[in-house]
């Protein structure tokens, strides 16, 4: 079966969400640093509610320990994380804008590589690299909005999980409690939460409901 074209895909999402919202979807541009379990849930979400560009940034590549709740498959192991899961958003959503960047985040480098992006969002596994990630961003790029996450291990409920507004620019997705550092495994459904959280509130920020 043929692919739609651009104009039939646009159309279908238009109707699913309403032009003015549609339209607001498709001139987004997302940055999602680290591609793991909330990050590959984060793009694909964002992906297939048409959002224009997505960034894809993260160092790593796929492990056979990824699978139990990464949205990568088996065949990829080995590839980056960048690729593979570019790879599949272009299948999901082949007239969204998928650039990647398989790079450490440091302190040195996030003001530069996340200078053009209106909205970033923090997807990290260690709670270090997260901290690290959002004092940059707080202090170098003010005018971004920042979506990061903060407690999803575990096998608790759900419904512990919440999204938080911090500042103007600033919101926090998650029970803001667990971590795998206490030994607590990642489940991928409560993980998936999380991320739903985070892609759910970039959406709301595209959509002008959060500014």
Known sequence: MAIPTKEEMYAALCERHGADVQAKFAAGSVAVCGLGGL???????????????????????????NLNRQQYF???????????LAETLHRIAPYCEITAETVKL???????LLAEFPIICEAFDRADQKAMLVNCVLEHLPQAYLVSASGMA???????????RITSHFYLCGD???DVADGLGLISARVAVCAAHEAHIILRILSGQEV
């Open 39 to 65: 990050g590959s849930n984060v793009a694909i979400h964002l992906a297939r509610a048409g959002v224009g560009r997505l960034h894809l940034i993260d160092f790593d590549r796929v492990d056979i320990s």
């Open 74 to 84: 088996p065949e990829q192991l080995g590839t980056y994380k960048t690729e593979a």
């Open 106 to 112: 440091t302190e040195e480098n996030i003001p530069k």
């Open 154 to 164: 575990g096998i608790d409920t759900a419904n512990t999980i919440q999204t938080r």
């Open 176 to 178: 803001g409690k667990s």
